[in-house]
């Protein structure tokens, strides 16, 4: 029963299948990092135009995405990195924009909602082996730059502010880190379809995430768990009927439900071993004591003149009557 | 007047002012900093000591005047590995779990170049800085897991792996243990000695105190006070007639010159 995992479009499938499950995360732990984890899903949102677009020039609808999911990407960082409040608003316009030009556009293009479709929702079992060759180049091309120029693009995702102190081009790898989502996002647009784009490039890094304590291991081990997510959601449909992109992402949320626990004992027995912060108390401020006597002279307090009114020493300081209490001299 | 390109000064911001969204934040600031000197930078919460240490560091961009660093103004600077920006603690929030050893490691970046691995050199800078701020034994644990003084000890080596010649710290003891804030004080004091120069946020002086040499007090985005270190509660209560024997310090701004003896400083500013 197993001989359709060997079949040429398995094969093709889990070949493509196994390259985004790698590159998503990957570019999807410095995501998260920055807390852009929605990202991938407004770059998702923007490619609709672009496939529409190859749809209805009748180029390549993949190429078509890439240009435009770029020109996308870009455009966020743009907004992004403005720090205007209002860019929160400006980013859900162009998503928006994204999807509903993509809409008309598909129209126009005449044969209508059925061949969005593949796209929207992942066509894996549909793709040739070029697209497959196609996806292993750019995922090859994402991974590969991502690890190589890891320092760099984690102390920029790590605090922006301080790295740019440090001399490094912050804005060349800002852009940088859009462009490699933008391209993952056309990869895993085969496999999973733009809806769920996000999903493979987030929750293997939260499952990861649960049990690293560091950056590196985190982005390895997400990448691990996206490829078995991927590669099993695939191999699951050659048995089960069923759309192979949900699939892919239905097994990585069951990973990540299913180490939940685990991850959570770690995390508690990790804070038990945070020590109590020592708290050391404020030193004793040395004014305002209790004053029921009243320095007058003969009291017992030594008197000393000193200017306009009289000070008495009074363990070991001065006192100088002052409306309704004493100054410290 | 001392020559623009004195590789005494190094820091200087001449007639300065910051603008953030369209407001005013920073007017008419002077102020230089030179080699070897510890300057700790006062004032009340929103009196401008973050916008100025920033716009200092090339994060604010100054709306007039001029920053230079060792004699170079700002826009044209590139000696980055002579900087070193201890940012406030707030900054170290993060969404993926990273080491001590990591974060440090992101402090060398001004001595690195793209794709090349890390030379032996990088490896022992950032093993020293993270033993100088003592926090060795925790190489490997994630940094959100530490206390906060551990925090920001983190974010003190990672600075201190780029070998700067001027440290800029922004309330380094802020939300800080009395503890670390002495650790945090007693390695400033041994970059000191080793000759660097420092300039200091501070809300009040604490453990900083002994190796302040000098102090710049702000109010309202203006340098208010410039001068030898005072001690907050003879400078705010209006007794400093006891400190006769005292040097002078220049008063910048009517503002405080009432309450410290008006009728003797009458006529100057």
Known sequence: MFEVLFSQLMLRALIAAAVTGLAAPTVGTYLVQRRLSLLGDGIGHICVTGVALGLLTGTSPTFSAIVIAIFGALLIELIRSSGKASGDVALALLFYGGIAGGLVLIQLAGNGAYALQGYLFGSITAISWTDVWVSVGLAVTVIALSIALLPQLFAVSNDEDYALTTGLKVRFYNVLISVLAAVSVSVAMRTVGLLLVSALMIIPVATAQQFTRGFRITMFSAMTAGALAAVTGVGVTGFVDAPPGAMIVLVALAGFALTAPIGLLIQRRRKARVPYPVDVPPDPQPVEEPHDHEHRHGCGHLAVEHGDHIDYIHDGHRHAVHGGHYDEH | ?269
Request: zero cysteines.
């Open chain 2, 1 to 269: 007047m001392i020559e623009a390109d004195d590789p005494a000064e190094v820091v200087r911001v001449a007639e300065g002012a910051v603008a953030l969204g369209g407001r005013p934040i920073l007017r008419d600031i002077d102020l230089t900093v030179n080699h070897g000197e510890v300057v700790a930078l006062l004032g009340a919460n929103g009196s401008g000591k973050s916008t100025l240490v920033k716009a200092i560091v090339g994060l604010n961009p100054m709306t007039k005047g001029e920053v230079r660093l060792f004699g170079t103004p700002l826009e044209k600077f590139s000696q980055w590995p002579r900087l070193g920006y201890v940012p406030q603690r707030s900054t170290i929030a993060q969404g993926v779990p990273s080491t001590v050893w990591e974060v440090v490691a992101s402090g060398r970046m001004s001595r690195r170049r793209p794709l090349l691995p890390l030379r032996a050199a990088d490896r022992e800078a950032i093993g020293a800085a993270i033993e100088q701020v003592g926090l060795g034994d925790r190489t490997k644990h994630q940094v959100s897991t530490l206390s906060g003084g551990q925090q920001q000890r983190v974010l003190m080596a990672r600075t201190l792996a780029g070998e700067p010649e001027l440290l800029v710290l922004d309330e380094p003891n802020a939300g800080v243990d009395l503890a670390s804030q002495h650790d945090i004080a007693n390695t400033l004091a041994a970059r000191a000695a080793l000759g660097s120069t420092i300039l200091v946020v501070l809300h009040e002086l604490g453990p900083f105190e002994p190796l302040i040499q000098r102090t710049v007090t702000m109010r309202e985005g203006r340098i208010t006070y410039d001068g030898p270190p005072i001690t907050s509660p003879g400078f705010d209560h209006g007794h400093s007639h006891h400190h006769h024997d005292q040097p002078r310090p220049v008063i910048v701004g009517p503002q405080v010159t009432a309450p410290l003896d008006g009728s003797r400083n009458g006529g100057t500013v």
